[in-house]
């Protein structure tokens, strides 16, 4: 099947700690994207990459990292220095161009205890 | 003000009503979509339009890019249909712009 996959679903971490998610897509999408969700706002652009070994910062890149060594995966680190890191983080991909869709994988919820 | 508002924030139904869904943005836009979040979080996209009007199933989705206004319609309303309904522009290069969507329940 052809799809997004993130995982874990759900993932708990201590503050202080790095944690990475990650992202993996067969679609043979160029581009793909990282946002974070919280309650009662839109989704927020962390990074995104638009091909393999090139990415860029979105609207909220502090306190986290990506690399993009290869076209299907595209990981997410939340470092320590995210004040905030606790929320739903989705992943998505397309095939780049301001007319092509982007797909979502399924999410994942992070809690920082 | 956000770029991209939609309205009603919460809307409750009874099964088998006409729905609408609207959002409207302050930008010049390359495309439109609205997308579907049900509770367990995945997001599926519904419609990527950029003129006219869009239909697959029960679901109608029309833009009038003059006005910067698009509407998302549901037909005969299912219980099944009750998520999170989000609306997102496409204003530059590849990125999206999202609207805080709009919680929809329907009731059998």
């Known amino acids: 099947d052809g799809g997004i996959t993130q995982s874990p679903k759900y993932l708990f971490r201590k503050e202080g700690q790095n944690v990475t998610l990650s992202c993996e897509q067969n679609l043979n999408h160029d581009a793909m994207y990282w946002y974070r969700q919280d309650p009662g706002q839109g989704l927020r652009l962390i990074y995104y990459?638009?091909?393999?070994?090139?990415?860029q910062k979105g609207d909220i890149a502090e306190g986290y990292s990506v690399s993009r060594e290869k076209k299907e995966s595209f990981p997410l680190t939340v470092t320590s220095a995210q004040k905030n890191p606790t929320a739903f983080y989705l992943c998505a991909s397309s095939r780049g161009g301001s007319y092509n869709e982007q797909f979502f994988g399924p999410g994942t919820r992070l809690t920082v205890l | 003000k956000n770029e991209v508002e939609q309205s009603p924030q919460n809307l409750t139904a009874q099964e088998g009503e006409f729905i609408t869904i609207n959002c409207s943005y302050s930008v010049g836009i390359s495309a439109l979509h609205w997308l579907q979040q049900h509770p367990g979080g995945g997001i599926v996209s519904l419609f990527m339009?950029?003129?006219g009007k869009k239909k697959h199933g029960r679901l109608i989705a029309t833009i009038n890019i003059q006005e910067k206004h698009s509407s998302l319609h549901i037909t005969a309303s299912h219980p099944r249909d009750s998520a999170v309904y989000i609306c997102a522009v496409k204003s530059s290069g590849d990125k999206l712009t999202f609207g805080t969507g709009t919680r929809l329940a329907v009731r059998p």
């Open positions: 339009l950029s003129s």
């Open positions: 990459s638009q091909i393999v070994n090139d990415f």
